[in-house]
């Protein structure tokens, strides 16, 4: 079956950075794109960063271009965020998911929490 | 960016109620129109996609329908397990942006 899996949060002061990894198994990981998104504590999903399958394209957020880049090996079977310049507003469980070929967040990781504080 | 705006932000009912959540962009989206529910501490999962077509394995009492601009998802006959916090997604345009979300809490 599909499974993701994050990991790489963490804490970090204002300023520092961080280097989200996310592992796929149970699909064809380079025919899929795949996205980003986050969640604040108590609050509401927010679309991130989005990755086409081969790599191609990519799109960001206003709140983390320039700050944020996504990534992938498809050799691996891997989706990467690396996060630069970090802010306290950061601070968030991040999510990876599959966007499907029916323009659709259909599969979900755990999610992994990162905190940026002081 | 095109903006979601969900309704009602929250919304008290029983098992075995009729609810339904309502949808509205910020400019016409077709029907790239996705629905999401999130449980406390579990990662969302697709319901609806393209405003209507239930994902595999979603259960039948789940409805979505509209197009353009307005959009609904219905529930009927409330389950226990359907307590939770439900987002619509737009898939027309990048940023794919979600909605505020909807707390079904249990009366």
């Known amino acids: 079956q599909v499974q993701l899996v994050e990991s790489g949060g963490g804490l970090v002061k204002p300023g520092g950075s961080l280097r989200l990894s996310c592992a796929a198994s149970g699909f064809t990981f380079r025919d899929y794109d795949m996205t980003w998104i986050r969640q604040a504590p108590g609050e509401g999903l927010e679309w991130v960063s989005y990755?086409?399958?081969?790599?191609?394209?990519?799109i960001y957020a206003d709140s983390v271009k320039g700050r944020f880049t996504i990534s992938r090996d498809n050799a691996k079977r891997s989706l990467y965020l690396q996060m630069n310049s970090l802010r306290v507003e950061d601070t968030a469980v991040y999510y990876c998911?599959?966007?499907?070929?029916?323009?659709?967040?259909?599969?979900w990781g755990q999610g992994t929490l990162v905190t940026v504080s002081s | 960016d095109i903006q979601m705006t969900q309704s009602p932000s929250s919304l008290s009912a029983s098992v075995g109620d009729s609810v339904t959540i309502t949808c509205r962009a910020s400019?016409?989206?077709?029907?790239?129109l996705n629905w999401y529910q999130q449980k406390p501490g579990k990662a969302p999962k697709l319901l609806i996609y393209?405003?209507?077509t239930l994902q595999s394995g979603v259960p039948s009492r789940f409805s979505g329908s509209g197009s353009g601009t307005d959009f609904t998802l219905t529930i009927s006959s409330l389950r226990p397990e359907d307590f939770a916090t439900y987002y619509c997604?737009?898939?027309?345009?990048?940023?794919?942006?979600f909605g505020q979300g909807t707390k079904v809490e249990i009366k």
């Open positions: 400019q016409s989206i077709r029907s790239y």
């Open positions: 990755i086409r399958s081969s790599s191609t394209y990519t």
């Open positions: 393209d405003t209507s």
């Open positions: 997604q737009q898939s027309y345009s990048s940023p794919r942006t």
């Open positions: 998911a599959t966007d499907g070929p029916i323009s659709a967040l259909d599969n």
